[in-house]
């Protein structure tokens, strides 16, 4: 079964420090994309970061990096100068392939990140 | 601007009662989802449609219908068939042949 698995339900980084948070997950797969969505007190699903699974290079997006590590199907994220608007849920995702065609999501359970000022 | 919008933002079912959850995008985007979120999961799939006139179904189908009539729109309806509809509804939109789901604020649906 294809699986993402989040294992620390809640974390918590004084503000301007660095955090990271855990994502492992299950496929046989080959060819994937994995995400991070943020879900702040509003709800609403805002995507952070994506990587392809054929890349080598870890993906960046200004303060927000990832670790990628395809052999142990691990996909941590690294929160760099964290800020009080970084407060939010955070999702793992990994996409597959689904009736032989479009994309689906497959969902961590989320963590939970408190910035602490 | 571009985006996913969805309506309402809160909901009230009765008991028996068919409810309809609208999302429309404006991003051209030729795929879009349905969602929904219970606490503490992730997001579960129940519906998706790649292009007009043709959906599938996702994970959780049961108790929920969908139609696809126009590229923009795609309407959920909770059937009295889903015996417990409290959840957070969210519709996403994707590029086809493109990974990335983009989603729109949400639904929260709560039963009466």
């Known amino acids: 079964a294809q699986t993402v698995t989040q294992s620390q339900p809640e974390m918590s980084v004084q503000e301007a420090e660095t955090v990271t948070l855990s994502c492992t997950y299950d496929t046989s797969e080959s060819d994937y994309y994995l995400f991070w969505y943020k879900q702040p007190p509003s709800r609403q699903m805002i995507l952070v970061i994506r990587?392809?699974?054929?890349?080598?290079q870890n993906a960046t997006e200004n303060r927000f990096s990832v670790n990628f590590q395809k052999a142990a199907k691990s996909f941590s994220l690294k929160i760099s100068d964290s800020q009080l608007g970084d407060a939010a849920m955070y999702f793992c995702a990994y996409n597959v392939i689904y009736g032989g065609a479009t994309n689906k999501l497959i969902f961590g359970t989320g963590t939970l990140l408190a910035v602490q000022p | 601007d571009g985006g996913i919008t969805q309506s309402p933002k809160y909901l009230f079912r009765k008991e028996g009662q068919n409810v309809t959850l609208s999302c429309e995008q404006n991003?051209?985007?030729?795929?879009m989802y349905w969602y929904r979120q219970d606490p503490g999961q992730g997001l579960r799939l129940i519906y998706y449609?790649?292009?007009?006139?043709?959906?599938q179904k996702g994970d959780i189908a049961e108790g929920y219908s969908v139609s696809r009539e126009k590229k923009e729109s795609f309407p959920l309806t909770v059937t009295s068939a889903q015996k417990n509809p409290t959840a957070f509804y969210l519709c996403?939109?994707?590029?086809?042949?493109?990974?990335?789901?983009?989603f729109g604020p949400g639904t929260r649906l709560l039963v009466l």
């Open positions: 996403a939109s994707s590029i086809w042949g493109v990974e990335t789901q983009y």
């Open positions: 990587q392809e699974a054929y890349k080598q």
């Open positions: 991003l051209n985007h030729d795929a």
């Open positions: 449609s790649q292009i007009v006139n043709d959906f």
